[in-house]
């Protein structure tokens, strides 16, 4: 069994986002992590191979830097790790995004694609959905749980306050959930296996059925008009009630002005 996924490497907020003048966020001064529902994603594939074997290859697509996710995902347990990088793919939104990371993998042989359900520096939850239909294979998002049966893949789907149990043949995508499950640790042994191992790098040239009018910046419909690290907060109302009653009732009022009572 072949399983892919695809992770990101996404700024780590606690050390501050900072932005190039073209309003896209400038990765390179930021520090960064693997992004938390990708790495629950990762799990999901190890587990699948620690349980019944698999060949689990890790994709991701960003600056030379996003080798260190990769290197991360190697030293949790993946086999192969493959970083596309290009000048000419920078400042892609989702749609450009998908349409790279999707023709990278039809480079690859592949019986599950596991990716996370959306990145903390976009929020926007498309990109897994758009590689399944760029890649014409079915989606099931919103992973709670997951397992293999036979040729099918059965994932718990989360629902608003229900669940769907949901059964697709594999070849299938499929977008995880943080709360899939608790990703192991890397290794020391990993760590040293991970450091030692070669990354596979593919450049825009190593990626076939790709028009350049759908990457990177140029290629991309979703254009940012303006973007800041901080919300700027008004100082709000200040009351001093003078009894404890007074207090709750001034709460009450104000609950009932916004209609939440």
Not at 180 to 199: H, S
Not at 208 to 222: A, C, E, F, V, W
Request: with cysteine; net charge negative.
């Amino acid at each position: 069994m072949k399983i892919v996924v695809c992770v990101k490497q996404v700024p780590d907020t606690k050390g501050g986002v900072k932005f190039k003048p073209d309003g896209t966020l400038d990765r390179g001064a930021m520090l960064s992590i693997m992004n938390p529902d990708d790495k629950a994603g990762l799990e999901a594939a190890l587990r699948i191979k620690d349980e019944m074997g698999a060949e689990v290859t890790v994709v991701t697509m960003g600056l030379p830097k996003a080798e260190e996710v990769l290197r991360e995902a190697l030293a949790m347990g993946a086999d192969k790790g493959i970083l596309v990088t290009d000048r000419v793919l920078g400042g892609a939104d989702t749609w450009a995004t998908s349409q790279t990371i999707a023709a990278a993998i039809r480079n690859l042989e592949y019986d599950l694609i596991i990716t996370g359900r959306q990145a903390i520096d976009g929020d926007t939850a498309q990109v897994g959905p758009q590689i399944s239909e760029h890649l014409g294979i079915p989606v099931i998002s919103y992973a709670h749980e997951l397992k293999i049966e036979g040729d099918s893949v059965v994932v718990k789907r989360q629902y608003d306050d229900r669940y769907h149990i949901l059964k697709a043949k594999m070849p299938c995508l499929v977008t995880a959930l943080s709360e899939l499950n608790e990703p192991r640790y890397m290794t020391p042994g990993g760590i040293f296996d991970a450091f030692d191992a070669e990354i596979t790098v593919w450049g825009r040239n190593d990626l076939k059925d790709l028009d350049d009018s759908n990457i990177g910046l140029k290629g991309s419909p979703t254009q940012i008009a303006k973007a800041s690290d901080k919300v700027a907060k008004g100082a709000g109302e200040k009351v001093t009630p003078d009894t404890a009653n007074d207090a709750a009732q001034y709460i009450l009022s104000k609950l009932s002005e916004k209609h939440v009572i």
